[in-house]
T-cell receptor, first 111, second 114 residues
């Protein structure tokens, strides 16, 4: 089943922070985050595996709460280059299953 | 590596015509995925292959859609006959493993059926 992302869209000024959430109704083995810029292909950001870990990637980090079946993506001190649509992809708890992607969160960073 | 290659990048066709989309995955990747992206439904998995064998085609919308992977370096997605509701961006992606493997997406084919 498709994970639910929130918010659907957000507008930030440069330097502001944002949180994007991804929730699943099913137990998860892993959560993947991708970013897609307008007219381009989705690009992998990071993967979080079952175990409740948190990961960082420059000023973009994420957490995974397997008990709540939720993941959050944190963008701090946003830059213009962060603009795009962020997708979470979830892998079922059985593992070794294809990802199911959420509908995405459109992030716009303005000067 | 050149990454995942897709062709054509854009396709405009008339309803009823056959459309063939092509994909060359990253060399050495065992998995190949075909996705369709629309505003309404987001990224939908249509079908995926493992070592050239179709594993799950439950996402293929109807019999008008078919996909093949004759060898490790080439796959096609065919729509026959095409309909206006097939208009979307079609992505091909490949990965080393299934669930936890990073997927590398091609640039996509933007299809418009008139």
């Amino acid at each position: 089943q498709q994970p639910v992302q929130s918010p659907q869209a957000v507008i930030l000024r440069e330097g502001e922070d944002a949180v994007i959430n991804c929730s699943s109704s099913k137990a998860l083995y892993s959560v993947h985050w991708y970013r897609q810029k307008h007219g381009e292909a989705p690009v992998f950001l990071m993967i979080l595996l079952k175990g409740g870990e948190q990961k960082g990637h420059e000023k973009i980090s994420a957490s995974f709460n397997e008990k709540k079946q939720q993941s959050s993506l944190y963008l701090t001190a946003s830059q213009l280059s962060y603009s795009g649509t962020y997708f979470c992809g979830t892998e079922a708890n059985s593992g070794n299953t294809p990802l199911v992607f959420g509908k995405g969160t459109r992030l716009s960073v303005i000067a | 590596d050149a990454g995942v290659i897709q062709s054509p990048r854009h396709e405009v066709t008339e309803m009823g015509q056959e459309v063939t989309l092509r994909c060359k995955p990253i060399s050495g990747h065992d998995y190949l995925f075909w996705y369709r992206q629309t505003m309404m439904r987001g990224l939908e998995l249509l079908i995926y292959f493992n070592n050239n064998v179709p594993i799950d085609d439950s996402g293929m919308p109807e019999d008008r859609f078919s996909a093949k992977m004759p060898n490790a370096s080439f796959s096609t997605l065919k729509i026959q006959p095409s309909e206006p509701r097939d208009s979307a961006v079609y992505f091909c992606a490949s990965s080393l493993s299934l669930g936890s493997g990073t997927q590398y997406f091609g640039p996509g084919t933007r299809l418009l059926v008139l």
